[in-house]
């Protein structure tokens, strides 16, 4: 799927005066809780390198993904950080970080509680003592609603139109439908995708989050940090 819609995902996807108030709550609650000394900050699932854009100005960062695609775009977006191709429930980058964020719900695109956890201590392994690690969740199973997404812009002669269907396919599992049209200077081309995301409980989230060795210090919800978030220590 991202092999196609890297191309034109951050038309489509990355509104900049959002991700920069992201990235604004997370320096403000990393001066809250970081107790390490450095500044070093892994961005899991970094995409397109949309965060790690805003990042960059506070963190020395490392990006990793899974897609070449996307790492692609994000090397040329961000040229002073790294990145790497990388599975985010089974990565060894030698190394630790002040700072580890998994933003944007991106943890909903592994496949089990037993990936989760998976996930969550390979953070634990990589986050420096005194260091901050915050989690958006992909929603929860507790506060999930079926919906429908559609949106259009335009930018003169390109654009795009937007309609997903985002449903419950099963106790854990979203099916997300995507429909694009996409317009670079008049040539107008549709795009048809779909991809599941798994849902977990608060109690799912918690167990995992404290299994890795976490300690969860603040649990924001939506209207304080887009999607919510886990915010921990170790």
Known sequence: MYEIVSMYYDMMYVNDESYRAEVEKVVALVKQYKLSDGDALLDIACGTGAQ????????????????????????????????????????????????????????????????????????????KPGG???????????????????????????????METVRLVAEDKIRIDYHHLISDNLDVTYHRHFNFITLFSESEYEDSIHEAGFKIVERLQPDKFRMGAFVCTI
């Not at 429930?89 to 989760?116: M, P």
């Open 132 to 162: 901050v690690f915050i989690l958006t969740p992909w929603s929860t199973k507790e506060s999930f609603n079926e919906a429908l997404v559609g949106r259009a812009k335009t930018f003169e002669l390109s654009g795009y139109c937007r």
């Open 52 to 127: 790690a854009a805003y990042l960059r100005d506070y963190f020395a960062v490392t990006g990793i993904d899974i897609s070449d695609e996307m790492l692609a775009i994000a090397k040329d977006k961000v040229k002073d950080a790294v990145f790497v191709n990388a599975n985010m429930c089974d990565y060894d980058l030698g190394r630790q970080f002040d700072v580890i964020v998994n933003l944007y719900g991106s943890i909903g695109h592994v496949e089990s509680v037993a990936h989760l956890k998976m996930a969550m201590k390979c953070a634990s392994r990589h986050l």
